[in-house]
């Protein structure tokens, strides 16, 4: 066969490329239309009234990713369903007949009833070729490319309606256009960074050797974002974690207490920020903030890393220890085991700047183990923690006085 392409431009409109092909051996033709510009900035819609013969004879532009439909029948052509087409308003639905009496005989042998409901709404499409009663056709096509013709330009027609919108993310991805939707609503960094994992060099903090950290912004529930830091070394094998908070110091200070009644709290998660404390009263013990960094773990894995900072230290357990102490120390270790199910006990976090976070297994309803108090810092804490000099309002001004 032979292919021939036009590159013509209809009035009021714009440049298209006209695709025709037929072939000689059995007389089968085919025509295409594809559009010679790009996509519109924004998506057109085409409502036109259709009251006689002479609007079914309008040119039809109908780009591939254009949808028709006619309300009145609950008829709809999707897009990418046809390629695109230069025709008339008669003209689509000529093509909508034939692709629907295409596998009738199929339908006829299998499901006659299927075939029957499919002949009665052709013959309601044929009825609408002679106009008998008013219809509505409505070209909606997202790239901006489809037409229907004016006859009356440059004057307005009153039958017709074109409504100009802006594209949907939806429609935008469907086209393939997601990157050029950035200049109208920015994209959200911190978004970014919930679905990916960031990796920087540095050194093993054990053997100075070259190792990767790998950073992870992720979101509590019902908490707030925090962001994980990991590093493994492949020569020493030495691993480590900590946790930093992803907002910024709370107005108030946080102080959580819970009562281990049953070994399941052990499973609850814990996020310990660097400036959180954390007390168990029935084992007079405490541990100061700054004490294992930040922590994003369970209770259990809390237990056990206490217990490690308790028996890696020379100091308590190794060769510089004095027997009364390993003593105590060594009753301290038993009793912190007993706390992981076989005694009840209280477990307090107090981080001044709020941004620790114990888990409350029937959120969103209350807890009736865990309870958690807002509070006023001191000025002590305020200190602690850097805010009594820190100036967040009215320091341009200041600054520019200065100056």
């Not at 990991?230 to 102080?255: F, Q």
Request: proline letters at 5%.
């Amino acid at each position: 066969g032979v292919t021939r392409l036009l590159l013509t431009r209809i009035p009021f409109f714009k440049e298209i490329i006209v695709s025709s092909f037929s072939c000689d051996s059995c007389s089968w033709s085919n025509t295409e239309i594809q559009s010679a510009g790009r996509i519109q900035e924004q998506g057109v819609r085409y409502t036109l009234a259709v009251a006689s013969r002479q609007d079914m004879n309008r040119e039809v532009v109908k780009t591939d990713c254009a949808s028709a439909r006619i309300p009145e029948l609950d008829f709809e052509i999707p897009a990418f369903s046809q390629k695109g087409v230069l025709t008339t308003i008669e003209g689509i639905i000529d093509r909508a007949v034939a692709g629907l009496e295409q596998d009738q005989p199929a339908r006829r042998a299998t499901d006659k009833e299927v075939a029957r409901k499919i002949d009665e709404f052709i013959g309601k499409l044929r009825q609408l070729k002679e106009v008998n009663s008013p219809f509505t056709f409505i070209l909606d096509d997202p790239s901006g490319n489809s037409f229907v013709e004016n006859p009356h330009a440059p004057q307005r027609d009153e039958a017709l309606t074109v409504t100009h919108y802006r594209r949907s993310p939806q429609q935008s991805a469907m086209l393939g256009l997601e990157g050029e939707e950035v200049d109208a609503r920015p994209p959200d960094a911190a978004e970014d960074l919930r679905d990916e994992v960031l990796q920087f060099n540095t050194n093993c903090p054990e053997c100075n050797a070259p190792a990767s950290t790998n950073m992870k912004l992720v979101q509590i529930p019902h908490f707030k974002e925090v962001i994980i830091m990991a590093t493994n070394c492949d020569s020493c094998g030495h691993r480590t974690n900590e946790v930093k908070s992803g907002g910024a110091i709370e107005p108030r200070g946080t102080r959580i207490t819970l009562r281990i009644t049953d070994p399941s709290d052990m499973t609850r998660d814990i996020l310990k920020s660097e400036t959180c404390s954390v007390e168990i009263p029935e084992l007079e013990f405490e541990l100061g903030m700054g004490a294992l960094g930040g922590k994003f773990t369970t209770l259990e894995g809390l237990l056990k890393d206490i217990r490690d900072l308790v028996e890696k230290n020379p100091f308590t357990l190794g060769d510089s220890s004095t027997p009364s102490r390993t003593g105590k120390l060594q009753e301290f270790i038993g009793k912190l085991q007993d706390v992981k199910g076989k005694t009840q006990a209280h477990f307090i976090m107090d981080d001044p700047a709020g941004n620790s976070y114990l888990q409350n297994v029937f959120a969103p309803e209350e807890d009736p183990e865990l309870r958690v108090q807002r509070y006023e810092r001191s000025f002590e804490q305020n200190e602690e923690l850097g805010l009594n000099d820190m100036r967040t309002e009215g320091y341009e001004a200041q600054a520019a006085s200065g100056r």
